[in-house]
């Protein structure tokens, strides 16, 4: 599943069976590693939601439960939302450019990221070793492994 | 196939850590000649108000050279710049405006640059040189010379073994072959 298909994606509670809010970008870690939660509204404005706190990631809806929560806590520390990652400068570990992120692919089952699609082509999550305020840096000397199911 | 690059044209290239941080800007390149080497380079902070930084980025710290940015492997690697131009003298440092002789007398010109091959171990391989009447340059090229193994330093002349004269090239892609061929040269000239 890649983040550009999941925009809009309504986000649904299911102990109330209420839509809450809708997808508006996601966030990873600063390893790019896993998919660590989702913002809502614009700029996040309706509140975000851990991984952790997710039931599924479904084709159609992400799905959590609720509970007694109240209103929707601010999480976020030490995220890197999308808005700072697609169209981010891809930099290889020797120094040269390698034009810059268009996508992220992740597993909607466990959130690990499995690969940064960038305009020359796919980078595996393997090969990312970090993104910081400049660039994504990546090892060139990491192979693509066999596409996944 | 091995890039190469003018040591100048890193001037203004940020430096990069592994993390994707740009932590400071290339200001200078620090050279010494007696020992054929990069030291290190000066920085500039990043943004455009930002001056000379106090800390200096010593040559062993460079993760890998490239053409878009100098990288490092974390901000650790910036140094007082005291402790990074310690190995040479002021003299030492100044390659640039050198001339250049061969062993046998000739004038080769000026050192206006340093070439370096780009990767992970960069290293100097030759210097660009201009400015003698004995070498003529096709319209707005420079010339290149490869670089020996002992280089000796005469006042504020380098003198070269005459056999790298033959390795001169004016353009930097057909230069890397003329490295080659020069330490190739060399390697079987050793006893």
Do not use: C
Not at chain 2, 5 to 34: C, H, M, N, W, Y
Not at chain 2, 159 to 179: K, N, Q, T, W
Request: hydrophobic share 40%; glycine share 14%.
């Amino acid at each position: 599943m890649r983040f550009r298909e999941v925009k809009s994606r309504p986000v649904v509670d299911l102990t109330t069976a209420t839509r809450v809010g809708t997808v508006t970008g996601l966030a990873v870690d600063a390893g790019v590693r896993r998919v660590v939660g989702l913002r809502m509204g614009r700029r996040g404005k309706d509140g975000s939601l851990a991984w952790e706190d997710l039931a599924a990631f479904g084709a159609d809806a992400v799905t959590f439960d609720g509970g007694d929560r109240g209103p929707l806590a601010e999480t976020g520390e030490g995220w890197v939302d999308e808005g700072d990652l697609l169209g981010r400068r891809i930099l290889s570990e020797q120094g040269n450019e390698l034009g810059s992120v268009v996508d992220v692919e992740f597993d909607p089952a466990t959130g690990r990221v499995e690969q940064v699609v960038g305009t020359a082509g796919p980078i595996p999550a393997p090969a990312v070793l970090g993104v910081g305020t400049y660039a994504l840096v990546v090892d060139e000397s990491v192979e693509p492994g066999p596409p996944t199911g | 196939m091995t890039v190469l690059q003018r040591a100048r044209s890193l001037i203004g290239l940020p430096v990069v850590t592994l993390t994707g941080d740009d932590i400071a800007e290339i200001k200078d390149v620090v050279f010494s000649v007696a020992a054929a080497q990069i030291l290190g380079f000066t920085l500039n902070g990043r943004g455009f108000l930002s001056g000379p930084l106090k800390e200096s980025l010593p040559w062993s710290a460079v993760h890998g050279l490239g053409r878009d940015a100098v990288m490092v492997r974390s901000a650790d690697a910036l140094q007082a710049a005291e402790e990074v131009l310690a190995g040479a003298s002021p003299v030492d440092r100044n390659v640039i405006g050198n001339r250049v002789l061969t062993d046998g007398g000739t004038d080769l010109g000026e050192v206006s640059d340093v070439v370096l091959a780009l990767g992970t171990k960069p290293e100097i391989v030759g210097y660009e040189i201009g400015g003698s009447e004995n070498l003529r340059a096709r319209e707005g090229r420079h010339l290149y010379i490869p670089l020996p193994d002992t280089i000796a330093v005469s006042g504020e002349a380098l003198v070269v073994p005459a056999a790298a004269a033959e390795y001169i090239r004016d353009d930097l892609s057909g230069f890397g072959g003329a490295v080659d061929d020069f330490r190739a040269r060399l390697r079987k000239e050793k006893p």
